[in-house]
């Protein structure tokens, strides 16, 4: 770590530990059958853990090494301060992990990127100062660099190579940690020097995805409807960058919101996961509840023009989707059900072949009733993996869950899509009655390696790992 960046100070080199964490009945091995796909249009299954380190920021550099950023707060209440971060590894594709402490008073409030192996980084505060924190051995030391003043923090983070990290940088962000009007922050010499750049006038960026350390891509929304539209949203391109701007523009109606997670496999080829508006009915079971107890319909208040036939078409056969399940579920006799019929929004995956100059909405499957994505990953033009939940009711244990996890796949750049499904095992660990309601991020080093992983309670010690296995492949 010789020719250290002004300022920068490093951590001593430290010893990795092996993570272990008991299942029931004392057992450590958390392996737990696969998950099938429900047709054959994808190749390979996935394996599942039930003993993976606790949910955080997931990446896997290459087909075998893959790490998990994840903090440690005081309570498993929202707003417990956080007291310590770790970094988690693994080298073969998330059998066995490793942990190693990250720098004492560092706050992420980027994802962690890598652009090699073993040189990985994330932005944050370190003693409420803002830092982009980075590695070159994996985690065993850090290097902890002050960004200039008044460029602000980083709130999304990507790192091309293992000296080029570009990001999008704001001094102040909403609650929840939505950055107001992010400029583009970049650094080609490991953090020795920092060019910041403006983005496009009157919008809020907040996900970013880069190829090269000159092609990408960045969604937001509009400052003039604002962050609490989430059916509507901006995007906009770059390919020197960040020195000039083109933006994109979404279908009209399907819109981004905060968790809304963008990957571009190349410098054009880019989907995102987002939201589109669809109008559900109460429960049939809603009609035996007492009047007094004031069942009132959710909406989303309209705005803007109407949706494109294209948004309005999914609209339309996702509405029926959720209808159908609804009326099934209420005809088994499920006792988790919902009365605030109306308009909602659920999760939509969009896929752009310019960059994300325009884009095209897929439609999802027939058996994904009311999905909601919050994972993202496109290993090649025509390969992508979401990850997230629907609502199709699951017993896990005790507990009756009013929606489930679930993975989709796609082989020809969004145009069908396909569902992976799996069988939660009876020992599997529940915190909180959470960790299979949802699966987070999802990764891919490459159309033959992906990992996820579950969405778990805050402070949960761990959390479900799944691995996507190809047949023959390295």
Not at 74 to 102: C, Q, R
Not at 248 to 263: A, D, H, I, N, Q
Not at 398 to 417: E, F, K, M, P, R
Request: with cysteine; net charge negative; glycine share 12%.
């Amino acid at each position: 770590m010789a020719n250290l960046p002004k300022g920068a100070i490093t951590t001593p080199w430290q010893a990795a530990r092996p993570l272990t964490v008991a299942g029931k009945g004392g057992a450590a091995d958390g392996r737990r059958g696969t998950w099938t796909l429900v047709d054959d249009v994808l190749s390979g299954s996935w394996q599942q853990s039930i003993l993976g380190p606790p949910s955080g920021y997931l990446v896997c550099p290459n087909a075998s090494t893959c790490y998990v950023m994840s903090g440690h707060y005081a309570s498993p209440d929202a707003n417990a301060p956080l007291l310590s971060v770790s970094l988690y590894v693994s080298t073969d594709v998330g059998s066995t992990w490793s942990v190693l402490p990250m720098p004492q008073g560092f706050h992420p409030t980027s994802s962690l990127a890598c652009g090699g192996i073993a040189d990985c980084a994330a932005g944050g505060t370190y003693n409420a100062k803002s830092v982009l924190v980075s590695t070159s051995d994996g985690g065993h030391s850090f290097v902890i660099t002050p960004l200039p003043a008044g460029d602000g923090t980083f709130y999304s983070l990507s790192c091309p190579s293992a000296q080029t990290c570009v990001g999008l940088a704001a001094t102040s962000a909403d609650l929840n940690q939505t950055p107001n009007d992010a400029t583009f922050l970049s650094t080609n010499d490991g953090g020795s020097t920092f060019v910041d750049a403006p983005i496009v006038a009157g919008d809020s960026m907040h996900a970013l995805a880069c190829s090269s350390s000159l092609a990408c891509t960045a969604i937001g929304t509009s400052d003039v409807l604002g962050p609490n539209d989430l059916s509507a949203g901006v995007v906009a391109r770059t390919d020197d960058g960040g020195r000039t701007w083109v933006a994109g523009k979404f279908p009209s109606g399907f819109g981004v919101g905060y968790l809304s997670e963008l990957s571009c496999a190349d410098a054009l080829h880019c989907s995102v996961a987002g939201n589109i508006a669809i109008t559900v009915p109460n429960s049939p079971q809603c009609a035996s509840l007492p009047q007094q107890l004031g069942v009132t319909p959710t909406t989303t208040p309209a705005s803007g023009p109407p949706a494109s036939p294209a948004v309005q078409s999914i609209s339309q056969f996702e509405s029926q989707v959720a209808t159908s399940e609804i009326v099934k579920d209420a005809q088994s006799g499920s006792t988790v059900f919902s009365c605030s019929g109306g308009q909602t929004l659920i999760s939509d995956i969009a896929s752009s072949s310019d960059g994300g100059l325009t884009w095209t909405p897929d439609p999802l499957p027939a058996d994904v009733p009311q999905p909601q994505l919050f994972g993202l990953s496109c290993p090649t033009v025509n390969e992508c993996w979401a990850a997230g939940s629907d609502a199709v009711p699951e017993q896990i244990g005790n507990a009756q869950n009013g929606g489930s996890s679930v993975i989709l796949g796609t082989t020809d750049g969004g145009s069908t899509w396909s569902k992976v499904t799996f069988r939660v095992p009876t020992d599997a660990p529940n915190d909180d009655g959470q960790s299979y309601l949802s699966i987070g991020l999802i990764t891919c080093a490459s159309a033959n390696v992906c990992l996820a992983q579950g969405a778990t309670a805050q402070n949960s010690p761990s959390a479900p790992i799944y691995s996507l296995v190809v047949p023959g492949s390295p």
